[in-house]
Every structure is written in C-alpha cells, then in structure tokens.
C-alpha cells in the first residue's frame, strides 16, 4: 500500500518543486519598476484640408475658352473619328460566318459530320 501511495504522490510533489522553483527565479529575475510607455495619437483628422471651390471665371472669358478650342464641333469630330476608327478594323467589319452564328456557340463545339 505504502508504494502505491508513493507513486501518487510523486508526480504531485514533483510539480509543487518545480513551481517552487519558477517561483523563486522569476522573483529574482523582475525588473524593480518597469519603464514608462510613452504613447503618442496622430489623429488623421489634424491633416483635414477643408474643400474650397474652385475660382469662377467671368462667362464671356469662359464662352471665349469654348470657342477657341472649337466648341461642341471639336467634340463631335473627335467622336466621329473615333467611330471612323471603329469600322476601319478587320475584325469589327467581317461578321462570324452564317453556319458557325447557327450552331448556337459560333462554331466552338460543331458536331463532326459522320460519313
């Protein structure tokens, strides 16, 4: 009975030694008084620019502007040239062939003709 007892009790009596002993280094090993943290806050808010409108300028200075850079027709020749530019391309003239638009997937997946 007695080594049965023995073999309780020595797993228990072996961890209370070694918390005794974490104990007694860690109380050594502690600074006296630890170091003051120094926090600092930068808030985003301090950067806040508040938004200003930009300078109106005079309308006739304005209607001038629009005028010497060619007005609504500078915009439609621009536009105009670029559809130009649109239909010149091989690839946006040519339509897919009339058999492959028919199979229903341009022609990827036709059936092989059996002889």
């Not at 040239?81 to 009339?98: F, I, N, W």
């Amino acid at each position: 009975m007695t080594t049965q007892r023995t073999f309780f009790l020595l797993p228990w009596a072996t961890a209370l030694a070694l918390l005794v002993a974490a104990l007694s280094v860690s109380a050594q090993d502690a600074p006296a008084a630890p170091a003051a943290i120094v926090l600092s806050h930068d808030s985003v808010l301090s950067r806040y620019k508040r938004f200003e409108d930009p300078p109106v300028l005079p309308w006739r200075e304005a209607n001038d502007t629009v005028g010497r850079i060619g007005g609504w027709k500078a915009y439609s020749k621009e536009k105009a040239a670029g559809t130009a530019a649109q239909k010149a391309t091989p690839e946006a003239a040519a339509p897919p062939s009339a058999t492959a638009a028919q199979s229903g997937h341009l022609g990827h997946h036709t059936p092989k003709s059996t002889p």
